[in-house]
């Protein structure tokens, strides 16, 4: 058993309408579908179950019946709907009246069951109450993650951040750079945290880059060349080169170049 709130989706600007008319709402019911039938969202075992949890007849709650004089099928929804406001509507499927409807929403065309699954399409979003605290709770440890460690950055580790981000800062002035880096950073945090946080190699991917763009090594679509050496097919591969201690007397050819051009 689980709660569970149905609320309208927001669009850019506005509210579905709501936030003009606050007082208004938008009912909806049972339908039919292309090939006929009633769609009520329950199955003939949750018909079952539901039916001994209620006390409503197992014929009241299946769907209408087209049959002429069979008036008890489906009698339940005749007159079922749910009604939205802005302020959406909570349910408690502990509760068989809250599950129906539960069951009817999360099969509708028009609503998107969590935040994640919504389209140009969807009317309504359902959200699970408590696995949306939880997203929301890790969304908000990521942005003061994010946040610490901005705080504690210098201009240069801001300059090589961003071109781990894939954003070339070589022609931007020390605000700008930070202007970018905050943006970048809490645009979307998650890819902050693995791209340059939890990035153990980030040293060596940001020394990739400004090799790259200074033109000592050539990018060809995903391999890395210098001369006519590819060093790696892909990012990981080229890393893996700069790591190799092996290759200790190229990597301080790269390092005399760079401090060159620099």
């Known amino acids: ?123 309504f979003v359902l959200l699970n109450v408590e696995q949306e605290a939880i997203t929301n709770n890790e969304k908000n440890k990521t942005k003061r993650q994010v946040a610490t460690a901005v705080d504690k950055m210098d201009v240069g580790m801001m300059r090589a951040a961003l071109r781990v981000l894939g954003i070339d800062p070589s022609q931007m002035s020390d605000v700008v750079v930070e202007s970018e880096l905050n943006k970048e950073a809490f645009k979307n945090p998650s890819k902050f945290v693995s791209a340059w946080i939890n990035n153990k190699d980030r040293e060596f991917e940001d020394f990739l880059e400004q090799l790259v763009q200074k033109q000592i090594i050539r990018k060809n679509k995903t391999a890395y060349i210098h001369g006519t050496e590819t060093i790696g097919n892909g990012k990981q591969d080229a890393i893996a080169y700069l790591k190799n201690t092996n290759n200790s007397s190229v990597i301080a050819g790269f390092k005399s170049q760079l401090a060159e051009k620099k």
């Open 1 to 123: 058993m689980s709660k569970h709130k149905l609320e309208l989706v927001k669009k850019a600007g506005n509210w579905s309408g709501y936030s003009k008319f606050p007082g208004c709402a938008t009912t909806f019911g049972p339908y039919k579908t292309r090939t006929g039938k009633w769609y009520t969202g329950l199955t003939k075992e949750d018909v079952a179950r539901l039916s001994a949890a209620t006390g409503i007849e197992e014929a009241a709650l299946m769907p209408p019946s087209e049959v002429e004089g069979n008036i008890k099928q489906g009698s339940y929804w005749k007159n079922w709907a749910i009604r939205v406001t802005s302020a959406g509507v909570l349910l408690d499927t502990s509760d068989p009246y809250d599950e129906i409807r539960y069951l009817f929403l999360k099969g509708h065309p028009w609503v998107a069951v969590g935040t994640d699954a919504k389209n140009s399409t969807h009317k």
